[in-house]
């Protein structure tokens, strides 16, 4: 009987497209709104491609610095304000993994050998991706700290964790409170908030009733990276509004291939992605040591410039206490 193998399943043109398509619908950071694809690094992708450390996002600044409205009258030229532009910076992040193949063999039983594979390399990669955008935001708000006063953090690790933190975080945004749709927290904070909560304004997907869990109308993610220490209590929540982070797959040269250690008997199953994970509103200034940043650089707060006025950036920082 014939038997499929793995290099016969990612040289099929075809799985290259089944896998970006199911890191997408597995994707936390997509199906909450939080993150989405950019436009203008799509269509460029579409196109020639991308080359190179970075991807320039042009845009044009608010009009909230703009002077009051003008009173009307006959022969009285109204006086026009600027529209500055600006543009924001991305950085591609390029990784790799090999796996050995012994691992995934056990699913190509199934019914579709090309799904099991799949559905193991969408799983990590989101994670890696999830951690990576930890990294970031270590590296910007570092930079808010030091450059904008601490303009969107909020320290309240004084004391232990009340209902009213997370509004206390959101108002950091002012009037644009409301944008923030999203919260990132690690799973010590949300069973902590489960118990706060008597009225349930927290649950689970389980529960049959949202895709993701939800905290006072936000969608919650859940992720071990967000900061926690067990000791203290003390804790970093992010909240995001909708397509705050740009999030885009960069083509990849070679994004899958395998290898054979033929004396050990291992067949080996190498993915490789390039993408842009990038929180809109700080552009990147670093210069990598190597040909793409590491997670450390990412996190080194002199590798980030604001670009946008605070209130755009529809991102904040809580840093709470749970006891």
Same mark, same amino acid.
């Not at 022969?75 to 193949?101: E, H, M, S, W, Y």
């Given at each position: 009987?014939?038997?499929?193998?793995? $290099?016969?399943?990612?040289?099929?043109?075809?799985?290259?497209?089944?896998?970006?398509?199911? =890191?997408?619908? &597995?994707?936390?950071?997509?199906?909450?709104?939080?993150?989405?694809?950019?436009?203008?690094?799509?269509?460029?992708?579409?196109?020639?491609?991308?080359?190179?450390?970075?991807?320039?996002? !042009?845009?044009?600044?608010?009009?909230?610095?703009?002077?009051?409205?003008?009173?009307?009258?006959?022969?009285?030229?109204?006086?026009?304000?600027?529209?500055?532009?600006?543009?924001?910076?991305?950085?591609?992040? &390029?990784?790799?993994?090999?796996?050995?193949?012994?691992?995934?063999?056990?699913?190509?039983?199934?019914?579709?050998?090309?799904?099991?594979?799949?559905?193991?390399?969408? %799983?990590? @990669?989101?994670? =890696?991706?999830?951690?990576?955008? =930890?990294?970031?935001?270590?590296? /910007?708000?570092?930079r808010n700290v030091a450059?904008?006063?601490?303009?969107?953090?909020?320290?309240?690790?004084?004391?232990?964790?009340?209902?009213?933190?997370? =509004?206390?975080?959101?108002?950091?945004?002012?009037?644009?409170?409301?944008?923030?749709?999203?919260?990132?927290?690690?799973?010590? /904070?949300?069973?902590?908030?489960?118990?706060?909560?008597?009225?349930?304004?927290?649950?689970?997907?389980?529960?049959? $009733?949202? /895709?993701?869990?939800?905290?006072?109308?936000?969608? /919650?993610?859940i992720d071990d990276n967000c900061p926690y220490?067990?000791?203290?209590?003390?804790?970093?929540?992010?909240?995001?509004?909708?397509?705050?982070?740009?999030?885009? !797959?960069? !083509?990849? %040269?070679?994004?899958?291939?395998?290898?054979?250690?033929?004396?050990?008997?291992?067949?080996?199953?190498?993915? &490789?992605?390039?993408?842009?994970?990038?929180?809109?509103?700080?552009? @990147?200034?670093?210069?990598? %040591?190597?040909?793409?940043?590491?997670?450390?650089?990412?996190?080194?707060? +002199?590798? @980030? +410039?604001?670009?946008?006025?605070?209130?755009?950036? &529809?991102?904040?920082?809580?840093? $709470?206490?749970? $006891?």
């Amino acid at each position: 009987m014939a038997m499929t193998k793995i $290099a016969d399943l990612i040289q099929n043109p075809m799985f290259t497209e089944y896998f970006q398509r199911d =890191m997408v619908e &597995r994707s936390n950071l997509l199906r909450s709104g939080i993150a989405g694809t950019d436009e203008v690094i799509a269509k460029r992708c579409a196109a020639a491609g991308v080359s190179g450390k970075t991807v320039d996002m !042009p845009f044009f600044n608010s009009l909230d610095g703009a002077n009051d409205d003008e009173v009307l009258a006959e022969d009285t030229a109204l006086t026009p304000d600027k529209i500055d532009a600006n543009k924001d910076v991305a950085v591609i992040c &390029r990784r790799g993994k090999a796996f050995a193949v012994t691992d995934l063999a056990k699913d190509l039983s199934g019914e579709d050998p090309m799904a099991a594979i799949s559905n193991h390399l969408a %799983a990590y @990669w989101n994670k =890696m991706r999830q951690k990576r955008l =930890m990294k970031v935001l270590d590296g /910007v708000f570092g930079r808010n700290v030091a450059n904008d006063s601490s303009s969107l953090v909020l320290d309240l690790s004084a004391n232990t964790m009340g209902k009213s933190d997370i =509004m206390l975080g959101a108002q950091l945004l002012g009037d644009r409170k409301s944008e923030l749709t999203g919260i990132i927290m690690n799973s010590a /904070v949300e069973t902590y908030l489960a118990g706060l909560d008597t009225n349930a304004s927290l649950y689970r997907a389980s529960d049959g $009733a949202a /895709v993701l869990p939800k905290y006072n109308g936000r969608d /919650v993610i859940i992720d071990d990276n967000c900061p926690y220490n067990a000791g203290t209590g003390v804790t970093t929540i992010y909240l995001f509004g909708r397509g705050a982070i740009a999030l885009n !797959p960069v !083509p990849e %040269a070679v994004p899958f291939e395998t290898d054979r250690e033929k004396l050990k008997g291992n067949d080996i199953l190498i993915s &490789r992605i390039a993408d842009i994970c990038h929180l809109r509103g700080y552009k @990147w200034t670093g210069t990598p %040591a190597g040909v793409t940043p590491t997670n450390a650089e990412l996190g080194t707060a +002199s590798n @980030w +410039s604001r670009v946008y006025e605070p209130k755009e950036i &529809r991102c904040v920082k809580l840093i $709470a206490k749970i $006891a």
